[in-house]
């Protein structure tokens, strides 16, 4: 009786969390995009294995840019052609963990309206590459265990009166599925997988005589302390612009010619700037 009880209230406080997590999931409104890629040459331009960040627009979306300090709040790994096609037709190229669904295969348009960002890992062999994103195409359908409701009910705060601090330690808060749901957790766990670094923490050991002679240590952290926004300021992923990947020439914008006798910037003393 004891374990069927448990039972029960193990799978109510599931369906209570699973509530939450399609009312986090929903979209805001407002949001407006501001500086949008050419959805072909995105396609052009991705590899397998590059990380692309997103701006998100669901509820969520809110709490993490506030708790992280960034624009990004999403991210998903892009894996070409290695997932299965989808029920509409279109192949899904990207891998990613949504709140409410867990692991899925997306196609990119799912984003084509969004602001993005391509984080390619530098010097990673094709062979590495193909198995991060093996990593994630083999855990696709992997749910999670909503159950820790407390561990979710910190995101209906959004902006909580937190010193900047310690808001990126709420977001490892409870450390349960949820936070690895919300995370970047899986796409760090997938880099760990074939030992690439993304932030890790450094201890300068010294190895003999002379500053010549330390050496670095790389110690990976924890996959649940990593959010979208590290792969952004890590040092080992390039930013990639797909605008300036195909070529961009300047002199070709067509610019407004400004008011004649109008300074360019008016107010601003030229000779006082020289």
């Known amino acids: ?18 509530w939450m997590a399609r009312r986090l999931d929903a979209p805001t409104p407002g949001y407006q995009p501001y500086a949008l890629s050419d959805y ?3 396609c052009q331009t991705l590899r397998i294995g590059d990380v692309v960040l997103v701006e998100g627009r669901q509820n969520v979306s809110v709490a993490i840019k506030y708790l992280t300090q960034s624009t990004w709040s999403h991210a998903a790994l892009y894996v070409g052609n290695m997932a299965s096609l989808s029920a509409d037709g279109e192949l899904p190229r990207l891998v990613e963990v949504e709140l409410a669904e867990g692991c899925v295969a997306v196609p990119l ?12 890992p530098r010097g990673l062999p094709r062979a590495d590459r193909l198995a991060v994103a093996r990593f994630m ?4 359908g992997m749910r999670y265990d909503f159950r820790n409701i407390l561990d979710l009910a910190r995101y209906f705060l ?17 450390s349960g599925d949820p936070t690895r749901a919300i995370c970047s957790s899986l796409i760090a766990q997938a880099f760990q997988s074939v030992r ?9 050991t010294p190895g003999g005589a002379g500053r010549e002679a330390q050496r670095e240590i790389f110690h990976i952290r924890h996959h649940s302390l990593f959010a979208p926004r590290d792969f952004d300021l890590s040092p080992f992923f390039e930013i990639v612009k797909p605008r300036l990947v ?18 360019p910037f008016p107010g601003l003393d030229i000779a006082a700037c020289d």
């Open 1 to 18: 009786m004891t374990a069927l009880l448990k039972n029960a209230c193990d799978t109510m406080l599931d369906r209570i969390g699973r």
């Open 40 to 42: 072909d040459t995105l």
């Open 109 to 120: 348009s799912k984003y084509r309206d969004h602001n993005i960002r391509i984080c390619r």
């Open 137 to 140: 195409v083999e855990r696709i």
């Open 158 to 174: 959004p902006t909580p009166p937190v010193p900047v601090r310690w808001r990126r330690r709420m977001l490892a808060l409870g």
């Open 196 to 204: 690439y670094p993304i932030l890790p923490d450094i201890l300068i």
């Open 246 to 263: 195909v070529g961009f020439n300047p002199h070709a914008i067509p610019w407004i010619d400004p008011t004649p006798n109008m300074p």
